[in-house]
C-alpha cells in the first residue's frame, strides 16, 4: 500500500509538473498563419504595424472611418486577425475606424504569447492611435482590453464574454485540476474593472458553456451596462458581429 501510495503521489507530481510547462498551450491557441493583404478582405484596409517595448514588430490591419472614433479590437486566444475580419467590417459601415490587431504569435507575428507579453502588444496598438479610443476585447481579448483600460483609460470599454479572473476560466474548464495554483497568467479582470471610471458595457451569451453568463455578469462593476444575447453560445456568429453587439458598440460611443 505505502508504495502504491509513493508512485500515485510521483505520478501525480509529474503530472502537474507537464501542466505546469504546457499551460500557455492549453491557454493560447494561436493560429500562426501568414494574413492576406487587409485590403483584399477588409475595403478601404490597410496593413499597418508598431514596435513593442521588447523589440517585437507586429502587424495588423487599419480601416479608416468617418466617425471621431476608433475602435481597437483586442480578439480572443484563439485565431488571428482573418477570422475577426467580420466584425471589423461590420463596425466600418457604421463610420468607426477599426484597428484590429494580433498578439504576439499569432496572425504571422513573432514571438509566444503570455500575460505580460499581450499587454505589451495593446500598448503598442494604443501606442499606435491617436484621438479618441474605444477599447473592443473579445473573450480572453476582454482581459487585455481591461488591463489596458488600467493604464490608458479609452473613451469607452466594451468586454464581449468576459471572465472574472483566469482562474475562474480555468477551474470552469478543467474542475479536476488546481488550476489557481498552477497558473502562471493571471488576468484579474473583476479587480481591474472596479477601479476604472470609463463607460463599460458588458455582452454575454445565454447559452455560453466557456464563459459561463453567470461569470461575465459578474465580473461587471456597479454602473456597468449589460447587454444580454438570448441563446448564443461563446462562438456563434451572432457573438463576432451579430446587431446586437454592433449596436451596442454604437451605444457606447454615445455615451463617450
Known amino acids: 500500500m505505502g508504495r502504491f501510495v509513493l508512485v500515485t503521489v510521483v505520478v501525480a507530481v509529474v503530472l502537474l509538473g507537464l501542466l505546469w ?17 487587409a485590403a483584399s478582405v477588409l475595403p ?14 507586429l502587424g495588423a490591419w487599419y480601416v479608416p472611418g468617418r466617425r471621431a472614433v476608433t475602435v481597437l479590437v483586442t480578439g480572443g486566444n484563439a485565431g488571428n486577425r482573418l477570422d475577426r475580419a467580420p466584425l ?12 484590429l490587431m494580433d498578439y504576439r504569435g499569432y496572425g504571422g507575428n513573432p514571438g509566444s504569447p503570455s500575460e505580460e507579453g499581450l499587454l505589451r502588444d495593446a500598448r503598442a496598438a494604443r501606442d499606435f492611435l491617436d484621438g479618441e479610443v474605444l477599447y473592443f476585447g473579445e473573450s480572453l481579448g476582454a482581459a487585455v482590453a481591461t488591463a489596458l483600460a488600467a493604464e490608458r483609460p479609452p473613451a469607452g470599454l466594451l468586454l464581449r464574454s468576459p471572465f472574472t479572473e483566469l482562474a475562474d476560466a480555468g477551474r470552469h474548464a478543467y474542475p479536476f485540476l488546481p488550476v489557481r495554483l498552477l497558473l502562471r497568467d493571471r488576468f484579474p479582470v473583476r479587480d481591474r474593472l472596479a477601479t476604472l471610471r470609463v463607460p463599460i458595457t458588458i455582452v ?13 455578469r459578474a465580473a461587471a ?20 458581429d451579430g446587431p446586437q453587439l454592433i449596436a451596442a458598440v454604437n451605444a457606447l460611443a454615445d455615451r463617450r
Open 21 to 37: 510547462v504546457v499551460q500557455r498551450k492549453l491557454i493560447y491557441l494561436p493560429d500562426p498563419s501568414p494574413v492576406p493583404a
Open 221 to 240: 462593476p456597479p454602473g456597468a451596462r449589460l447587454v444580454e444575447v438570448a441563446g448564443a453560445g461563446h462562438n456563434d456568429r451572432v457573438m463576432l
Open 88 to 99: 471589423a467590417a461590420a463596425l466600418a459601415r457604421e463610420g468607426f475606424a477599426v484597428l
Open 44 to 57: 478601404g484596409g490597410r496593413d499597418v504595424g508598431f514596435t513593442t517595448s521588447d523589440g517585437l514588430r
Open 204 to 216: 454575454y451569451g445565454t447559452a455560453d458553456t466557456i464563459i459561463p453568463p453567470a461569470m461575465s
